[in-house]
């Protein structure tokens, strides 16, 4: 090809790139808007994430606020240059909501009042000041001082400071009051004189508002719960354990986002590996990286130990499902047990024994070491803090009589026992493990050999005890219950049928423990609005009624919730 028809063929290339391609880009962009005006963010973000423009890397960011990373949604809204001022504004305007998700208030309440003074663009404006108006009134005390400390603006600390008025206590209103001023020696004004009205009687302030009531989160919060379960191969009788427990939690969530249009809640998934040897990564990630403001999980014990101690340093609430272990829970603020442990499973068979079976002279026998030993000791204390008398208490090692307690039993025996020959009304038997059946098996036997008629009181194990239709007809026998699915309650058939459309199969007991989990937080986020207070919100969580178990924390960290129920033949 010679010269001349290299530089035509050159022009017309040149012509084609000038002509064609930005209307081809156009075209790709308004796909991409197109889009995200759907809901379809991943796919929109890979036109977006291929494209160099303000318009590209604004609407790259509104996609990835959506799916709630808001990190990566400011690295790119930061790139919206400032000659497009509407472009500029918009991308201020979801920066600052991406602040605030990521609980960095101040430089949220910053931008925000920044947009609101150049009121370049009505629209943005105004949902900016609205936003501004939400934001100020929701922070907790310690959000507020740490607001009130870092803004640049003066206009903000006066604001943060109005805004508190009725809605903390009289002694931190009239801190904020004093600290604005010492920040602005000389400051007066209306607004600040009649604040300082309002803080001049503190029985004044006292009766004229309800100081500490929650006040309600900005429009568009987004809660974040991170769910900590182990995985189990396809075959193993496990497996579907965990699986039904996240269905039961993503249904509730899904329910949630439905039901309300102004604040979502997201899911993060992470395998716990049924054992806690990755629960530092774990924590670290979910707190790190998602933002999240309660845990769901983990299924253990021994894991829920180890992860206690990060949601402790980190304030993030841990609620288990399972896990009841009593040492969980020992001088920790942030871990709550769905699962009663067996102390508490002791000391309301204690109550059930005294206040409604009316006994006053009861025995107790446990295996040493178990976790029966725990209910035996809350069974001792709370019966004689209710005026009974516990005149046999038997906790020994069971092992080295090969788990025969007979001779054991023998002191129950008026002819054996001929001092002390005590009338016992019942026997709590908290056995555990294993070895539960065969301690059962011999409590029996030992009972009909000395013709006793006294109750029984169990664990959780006796339900599913083999125990032969003669015995239970002739014996009372009670034992303690933490979830049961109750076949009268009406929303049940919902829940179920709900269930099988979504995840086409019928749910399971764990199922209904996931939904009440994911429930009970939900409900608490929604209460409380600021998950600053959802540790205090789920301590005085009490009456919850759920499908498989009531809970109520009664400012505590465990459910208090427990049956008791009788153990009766099938022919009765």
Same mark, same amino acid.
């Given at each position: ?64 606020? @959506? ?9 790119? +809204? ?30 949220? +309440?910053?931008?925000?009042?920044? $947009? ?148 979502? @809640? ?76 067996? @102390? ?20 107790? $026998? ?144 764990? @199922? ?61």
């Amino acid at each position: 090809m010679n010269p001349t028809n290299m530089l035509r063929v050159s022009f017309f290339t040149l012509i084609f790139l000038i002509t064609i391609l930005p209307n081809v880009f156009a075209q790709s962009l308004d796909t991409g808007i197109e889009f995200y005006e759907n809901g379809n963010y991943e796919e929109a973000l890979q036109i977006f994430e291929r494209a160099e423009s303000d318009e590209a890397y604004l609407f790259a960011g509104k996609s990835y606020f @959506a799916l709630n990373n808001f990190l990566r949604a400011k690295l790119y +809204l930061d790139k919206v240059s400032n000659t497009n001022q509407e472009l500029s504004l918009e991308a201020k305007y979801t920066e600052a909501l991406a602040d605030f998700q990521l609980k960095n208030f101040t430089l949220s +309440l910053d931008a925000l009042h920044e $947009i609101n003074n150049t009121r370049d663009n009505a629209s943005v404006s105004n949902a900016a000041y609205n936003f501004y108006s939400e934001l100020v009134d929701y922070l907790t005390v310690k959000q507020r001082f740490e607001a009130f400390k870092q803004t640049k603006y003066d206009d903000v600390r006066f604001d943060l400071m109005e805004a508190a008025i009725g809605k903390v206590n009289f002694g931190a209103a009239n801190a904020l009051l004093k600290s604005y001023k010492n920040a602005l020696p000389g400051a007066s004004n209306i607004d600040l004189n009649r604040i300082e009205q309002l803080l001049s009687d503190s029985t004044a302030y006292a009766q004229r508002y309800l100081p500490n009531r929650y006040a309600k989160a900005p429009t568009g919060i987004s809660y974040n719960i991170g769910v900590v379960l182990p995985e189990f191969e396809l075959e193993s009788s496990q497996f579907q354990i965990p699986q039904h427990l996240y269905f039961g939690i993503q249904l509730a969530v899904e329910e949630f986002n439905s039901e309300n249009s102004d604040k979502k @809640a997201f899911i993060t998934y992470k395998n716990s590996r049924a054992n806690s040897s990755n629960v530092s990564a774990i924590a670290n990630d979910l707190v790190w990286n998602h933002n999240v403001d309660a845990i769901a999980g983990p299924l253990y014990s021994e894991t829920a130990q180890d992860l206690a101690r990060y949601a402790e340093d980190y304030e993030v609430p841990m609620i288990t499902p399972l896990a009841n272990s009593d040492s969980i829970n020992f001088d920790l603020n942030y871990s709550f047990q769905l699962n009663p442990t067996f @102390a508490v499973q002791g000391k309301k068979m204690a109550q059930y024994a005294v206040q409604t079976l009316g006994y006053d002279t009861l025995a107790i $026998i446990a295996e040493k070491g178990s976790l029966g030993e725990p209910s035996a000791t809350a069974f001792l204390d709370e019966s004689r803090e209710l005026g009974a008398e516990v005149v046999r208490y038997i906790v020994d090692d069971f092992a080295s009589e090969g788990y025969d307690i007979t001779e054991y039993m023998e002191v129950f025996d008026p002819e054996v026992d001929t001092v002390f020959n005590y009338n016992v009304d019942a026997i709590y038997a908290p056995f555990t493990g294993n070895i539960a059946g065969t301690l059962i098996n011999s409590l029996l036997t030992s009972l009909e050999a000395i013709e006793s008629d006294m109750t029984v009181l169990g664990s959780a194990e006796w339900e599913s005890s083999e125990i032969d239709e003669d015995r239970l007809s002739e014996m009372n026998i009670y034992y303690s219950k933490t979830y049961e699915v109750s076949e009268t309650n009406l929303e049940k058939n919902d829940f179920e049928s709900a269930f099988r459309l979504r995840f086409e199969t019928s749910p399971n007991e764990f @199922a209904y423990i996931g939904y009440d989990l994911a429930n009970v937080i939900l409900e608490t986020l929604k209460r409380v609005e600021n998950p600053a207070y959802l540790k205090e919100g789920l301590k005085n969580v009490s009456g919850f009624k759920g499908l498989s178990t009531n809970i109520s924390f009664n400012g505590t960290h465990i459910n208090t919730e427990v049956k008791i129920k009788r153990l009766r033949s099938e022919t009765n």
